[in-house]
């Protein structure tokens, strides 16, 4: 599943052809992804101007002139692939290969000027769907998110307070979209090495009785923003083939210090230590016993 820096690099990748743009028309090549297309869907976009490309957690937000706002949610397998304009390519990178075309691109947007926006999502887990924009934040998918984890709102003593309590995992609080917005796999095992915490550790042991936070939670905050901030600026995480807007690979991958690396030295100075594999609520962590405790 795509994760905050590789929705942002979508995003990112989305503002220089769609953002402004006006769409001349859409085509829906079947009626449904995870959900049924919105009723009607290609009419209510032809003929309308995207405003501003926005994200929410892993959703990408695209404000329309007339007051709505399309979600699209890429799933497991979706991808977006720019065409016929000055930026080509497939803005964002994954753990997984993404649809290079054919029978899977199942929604296009042709805009004035001649670029066309192409959604490919062979698993079908993906969705859009067109939302006022008064209820945006109130609609289900969005309603019960936690803060954005690179927000003003996202602090030691929120999640300090977040976990006071909690009788679950640290790592199983952290992946919890409730608690904070956007987190996934592979930036929680990255963030909890950094900040030598273990996955197993409850959640609850970061905050004092009282529901402060203690300097486990304020080094987690911080190597949580860093990891982000980091894999955004590497243009998130190519572990097979997909590219960047402008062909090349993401690169964050090359920095992990746990993730994927099983069986492998730990790159802490004189840890003579190897990375482990474990399995938690079905999700595959990787650490370090002896940096993370």
């Not at 309308?48 to 949610?73: F, N, P, Q, S, W």
């Not at 679950?168 to 956007?182: E, Y």
């Not at 990891?227 to 572990?239: P, Q, T, Y």
Request: hydrophobic share 40%; with cysteine; net charge positive.
């Amino acid at each position: 599943m795509p994760e905050l820096p590789e929705v942002e690099t979508v995003r990112r990748g989305l503002i220089p052809v769609l953002q402004g743009a006006v769409i001349e028309s859409a085509e829906a090549r079947r009626p449904d992804l995870r959900w049924p297309l919105p009723e009607n869907f290609a009419e209510r976009l032809a003929g309308r101007r995207v405003e501003a490309i926005g994200r929410r957690a892993k959703y990408l937000l695209a404000d329309l002139d007339g007051g709505e706002v399309m979600i699209l949610h890429l799933g497991m397998s979706g991808s977006i692939r720019i065409e016929g304009g000055a930026v080509k390519g497939r803005p964002g990178r994954f753990h997984h290969p993404r649809g290079v075309g054919g029978p899977h691109d199942h929604v296009v947007l042709h805009l004035a000027g001649g670029a066309t926006v192409t959604f490919n999502d062979p698993r079908r887990f993906g969705a859009i769907l067109i939302v006022p924009y008064d209820q945006i934040m109130s609609h289900p998918l969005l309603a019960g998110l936690g803060p954005e984890p690179l927000g003003n709102g996202f602090n030691a003593e929120y999640l300090a307070r977040a976990c006071a309590r909690r009788q679950i995992s640290l790592k199983a609080a952290l992946l919890d979209q409730k608690l904070v917005a956007g987190l996934g796999n592979i930036y929680v095992c990255e963030a909890l090495f950094r900040a030598g915490l273990s996955p197993r550790r409850l959640a609850h042991t970061i905050a004092t009785a009282e529901g402060a936070p203690t300097q486990r939670a304020e080094r987690l905050v911080v190597a949580i923003r860093d990891v982000l901030r980091e894999a955004i600026h590497a243009g998130g995480s190519s572990l097979r083939d997909h590219r960047q807007v402008n062909g090349e690979l993401g690169y964050f991958q090359h920095t992990f210090k746990v993730y994927d690396r099983e069986g492998k030295p730990c790159q802490t100075l004189h840890c003579k230590d190897t990375i482990k594999r474990i399995v938690q609520n079905g999700r595959s962590t990787f650490y370090c016993p002896t940096c993370q405790r």
